[in-house]
């Protein structure tokens, strides 16, 4: 496990200067509000999945743009009244699944709806259902993380992220769910989309933020070459005259910006060697955190980071919040 | 995905010899038999383990030699009668892990026993609880496939399907199981495991038996060298006079001679790009099997193989069985 | 240099039944129907690249549903005479990059028009500068060979092969270039290109087709697993139920279906050992050929085939014919 | 060769704090003696290996707790008095082979004694006669190195060092040993083995240590990840919350600890790209060594450190030493 | 993309000692001298390339030791007087191939000389045509780069070079060419050979320096181990005693010291993720370069550096020096 | 250990046509003759190499073109009379190194040389300290195996193998070796020598020839990809129009053709899964091998081979023989 970041005791006072555009809440504003006037009204249709302790639902929402995304809404079987909900936002790659693939949520009695990654789910992790509107807004590099990266309108994770917190919107919608005690979750690009949404959607109680992605990426981008970096270096690389634009362009998805902007009660994790997300890139956006906060550490680990043992901690925590 | 096997119709008629030794019955009633008299009676603890919709309880039943082997039981909670029961067993370096990784089975509704692999369980898969006594009985290549793999009767094999047989005994001690609706299953070395207690116990009503290991483990060799086939091929690289008694030895956990013993309706998995556990050898025991079977070919898979798809058709399996 | 598919006397005679659905013609005729009639006009910029010798033109052409593609054209400095044009498809994640990067056609004294692959180019080959509009039509593989895959109308490869018919029609309009003596030309994904536009395309004059791919591909998936293979598989593994949709889109794409079409005088080139472009599926293409055709075999070759040498074999050939 | 630790200048001062715990002593005191009250007597058993200038014995002798370890003794044809004798100690992985794998020390004229690594010895070096018996006291990753590392009691290692002590007693058993002049000697494992007998035997004449193994482990984990330490670290990415426990387990192994009681003329290696035992690990062991002590660095190598050269210096110490 | 040298205002300045014997000027006058009295006239035979717009020349000039050495010679057809001529020198393992595989400086109007690399060409870059005479003076690695490391005299590079500074006479020979403007070009290995002919040859009038290999080996060697680094770096784990002799060498072919004695203008290029020629060893020859300079900084690529971006760059650098 | 090459049964039978030119005979006749002719009289020069035990000599015998060769000649200290002697070849890469790595033959009894292979001795083996003499002839791929491919006389393994016949006339020369018992032994590249030398020296008594390189080329080549054949593969990969020549060098280093002329008692070995020199190409030239012979066949090893087994059958042939 050589060293691949700062030392611990300088990870915990890393702040560096955010990197957020001017018109930065703007556009975000802009983006949230037109994408919530394309399309309006979540449908719910109830499954058969083979859960006998479970209701399930297929749940169809208007994303970005108003176009639909899908998802899984799971809850305890007929609960006698509207329960918290843990919205559930997916790592790079990966789509809705099947209902079952998912069960912890429920398990521990909340409801739980889990978003498909629009374009994503056909990369060896759950099977998607949504398809991804929109130009590539001229080259880009095989994956995702690069289209329309020279422009922030048609940047992917500015509808993967309006998905996001269109997906609480929804949540919000059932009647099972208690729309007041809604808690967004998600690791790694999941991550990234739980930070942005914490922010960037309102009346949320918690949020559960494993090992984002996107924070920091310049910094990101100097420690470790994974996934969604490793896409924009190659783009770089091509493109060799185009780094301010994408810089640019990253500065309105950047984790950073969002967590200077959140207020609700977070439980961050971060990995020490992580070589995906490194961690001076999730204590970036930890330290300039501005809600309740508390993160843990965990000093062996690569991406896979807690674990098992970080969901532990997060049943604890939303106990804790909700119980 | 180049073509790694036979074609698939060779494939659906392979029925290779068995190599059974001719005590082969006498070694697997004697070795259980011992066991079960060397220890008796499951203890089972309730824990919170923060599911609000389960009961989950801390098994510990004793394994082989009467040596202790954890588990985890959960039930949905409460049950108002007893439970058909899913005895499940573990890939290669599992452990069970925490109580709420797996919460498939009680979702559905049934009780769920998932059992240690014991040693096992500290290599990035869920940890494990479980030590596994006995000697080495010489040397042995890095791994657990080669302990004691000169002799049969010190062989790790031996060990764990041991412990696979008393796991059966240890869920029908619980009065929340139905003792007559258990059902086992497994995939890769759980596979193997699954396919082995089909056989070595009693009164069992169902079999899911995923890409199983340790089936014709000559043939397999043959076909690829992946984790348990490549620790004996290292071993056969360096004791390269030991051969006769290797696959000797292998002669007693070598699922085909576990098939052709079995009564139990089964569910098997195979896939046809599968370079852990290749498809030649995972019907060289379908084809053996004895009991009522169907098997679910995944054609474009490697040791994944039907994954959340399959979990589906067992849903539905189990439904249609013990519905 | 493992034997790695059929022994060459038997790709010499491989002639696999052909895949082409009843509506081929019709959707095809249909597609370039509709395309030609959505934009119309191609533009030449005369530009200063620092090549004393040529004249150089940033093209922009209406491809696909008329939408703009980008190429650029080179020719000898101020030509007496119309020339004829070698009209040129890239690889895998070309893109057209700069007008000095590719001086080969122009050398020899062709016209030479060089196409962008439309949303790629961004992967540490040339720069592209063509965006790929479209959805994705639900959820897709890394990389561009799925977008689309369970529909023939959204595959992103209609849009390429059609683009490719489009930039025949714009070299066309250019006064240096001989409509009557154009010769299209490409290897592997471009070959696959030059296929297509062989069938597609009227009163071509010549077609130069190196490991073309996308030739039969479920014999080529049998055999390989690179690049488009690779994807096609990544997408199999995880959406297991599709896979019959996923062949009869690639029916409509298969180079086997567009050589039975092909009336041009052809210079194919295969390498035995090509492992992303496999020569069945190479062999599958040129013995359906229906046009007057040779083929250069390169025993020793992976994917680079004749490289230098094949250019010869093309310069050589293509003197011959326009000379 | 990147430079992947210290500057050699700081790695010649490098000290950094030894780790033993207060009852270190202790522990080995009653180790060794339980050992050595549990068996006595070690077998020499003449035996024709072809080698025609030399004496060949096939060796048993009781090791930790008694049980039996193999070991070849080798010397000069027919001594005309006692000689001499390096015990050696092998590396991760091996076995003690032919008694002809070995004729360096006989060559030079030494008797010489090859020690058998318990349980070791079927992974590709020479094969093992071994057996190691012990429970797995728990999970443990694959491989050796973390058998019972929850427990020094037992630790791998513990049985393996104490061996190693019990090897020395049984050479000064044979009659063509002079059991005043015993060297020991070792490379990797071996010499982390060879350090822990040079603090623990008594009477020993010389020590030859290679690039040892288990020094400073936490340092060296922070450098390197391979062998051993890629073994602890898997261990601790699964068992996130047992890291006290771990180390406090390695400090009665840790070689500096070692180091620290032995007062035999040593002769060290250590080579500066070794990211198996990396430099930082071997300085730290060397620098607190307490006897008269010498070392030679290899600026260049990575594990295989000085190879021959070393065994050139290695003879004339011996040389020196004992001529 | 991480780091993986000095930060970029530290390169900016980095300016080690220089490595120069005394004896270096005199070293490789003596030399050039003795080569060019060892064989004169180069022979320029016109051949059809099939390039219709360029004359194009089979060249053969004599090289160190009089020793027979190939080139293509490529101008515009006719041309109406003497060209400036742009002589390169190719990367490792590369051969002149085809006349019509590097086609860019005559189709910018200039003559173009390219000169085989001795004995290379024949790893799958273009094919070579020239033999290497001379002993291998001793053993070395696989590869070029260690023939003769333990004595300048017989260094592989010390006659590579020299065909450099032959090249350039050659080209002069020619009447197409104009003597008083000839720039010398490579990258990598043809940048190292650049930099030392940009010393060693009189007269010219510019230099294109791309990413070069040899310049402060000793500190490359700390921070990569690509090609030729490694292939010293192979020689030094096995001949541990020679690593004096060996730098010896070195310091004659080191870049550093050619850059101190040249004063043409030149443009360099420098990659900062460049894991072959790493930045600190470019701007270390860059920082001691003596005559007017520039250099194009890469920030975000490997080895490939600029590419066809830096073909831009140089292209317009060359108009305004040449035009 | 998947199946790579024929099943056992064809192996054993496997005798495809020889490939010898007309010349064969008389190209090996005159090749040794003007090497004979070349110089003459190998010294010896006793060294104290540390080895009590042993008498060694510091070897320098005139090769091809009477080239002087390095090697090591090791004995039992002072024997009474002249011993037999085992003249051993390197593998690959390999140089003599120190007299005391390879101590099994004297050990054993035996007078022993062991030869440097020329230009080799650099690459993570034992060093070398012989000098390759002669002109690559042309360009070469990176290593030894195709330095003068496109010409017999220039090959680099006519040089090599002449240096092996000519170590067996140097040992001869020594007082303590009887000229009329020398045994001839290697593996891998060193077999190939072995086997060459077999059929060109006169009056050997046995021959050691371990899984030797260089038997039927062609075939190997459709069946591995390692080294050496990796090498010649890549040679005309690039030179693809040299095929005819490259085939024609090979034929006068074909070990088939040299089997078919020896006359010695030969222990051979082969490893059923060697991707190195597959089975089929050592059966190939054991079959044809015209002298007694015996093979020890290891059906689970790769190019290790029986390793230390291999050498107890040899010690066993060889006192056998010569005892």
């Known amino acids: 496990m050589p060293k691949m ?38 449908t719910f249709t ?11 639902y297929d749940v169809s929402f208007p994303g970005f743009g108003g176009q639909p995304v899908a998802a899984w809404l799971v809850t305890p079987r ?26 912890l949520w429920a398990s521990a009695g909340y409801a739980h709806l889990v978003m498909d990654n629009r374009g994503q789910g056909a990369s060896l992790g759950s099977a998607g259902a949504t398809a991804d509107h929109g ?25 993967l992220y309006t998905d996001g917190v269109r997906a609480v919107d929804a949540a919000r919608e059932h009647p099972a769910v208690d729309p007041a005690r ?14 942005a ?8 109680v918690g949020a559960l933020i494993d090992v984002p992605a996107l924070c920091h990426p310049r910094r990101a981008m100097e420690v470790v070459e994974g996934n969604t970096y490793k896409e924009i270096w190659t783009f770089l690389r091509t493109h060799r005259d185009r780094a301010a634009d994408v810089f640019r362009t990253l500065s309105y998805v950047d984790g950073m910006n969002f967590a200077a902007r959140a207020d609700v009660p977070a439980r961050f994790s971060v990995a020490l060697m992580d070589d995906i997300c490194p961690p001076s890139s999730v204590f970036a956006a930890y330290n300039h955190y501005a809600g309740p906060k508390d993160i843990d550490v965990w000093p062996f680990n690569r991406h ?20």
């Open 5 to 42: 970041d700062l030392p611990r005791e300088e990870l915990e006072t890393y702040l560096p200067g955010r990197t957020e555009p001017e018109d930065f809440e703007e556009f975000w504003a802009r983006t949230i509000a037109e994408s919530r006037a394309a399309g309006t009204g979540a």
């Open 46 to 56: 109830r499954v058969d999945a083979g859960l006998g302790v479970f209701d399930v």
């Open 78 to 103: 007929a609960p006698a009244a509207p329960l918290p909900c843990v919205v559930q936002y997916l790592g790079y790659g990966g789509g809705r699944g099947f209902p079952f693939e998912r069960t």
């Open 135 to 159: 130009s590539s807004a001229g080259a880009h590099a095989v994956g995702y993380s690069t289209r329309g990266i020279l422009d922030p309108e048609h940047f992917y994770f500015r509808r």
């Open 182 to 195: 809604v808690v967004v979750a998600g690791g790694s690009l999941g991550g990234g989309t739980a930070l």
């Open 197 to 204: 949404v914490s922010a960037l959607a309102d009346g949320l």
């Open 304 to 323: 896979e980071a807690g674990g098992a043992y970080q969901m532990a901690n997060q049943l604890q925590f939303l106990g804790d919040l909700l119980g």
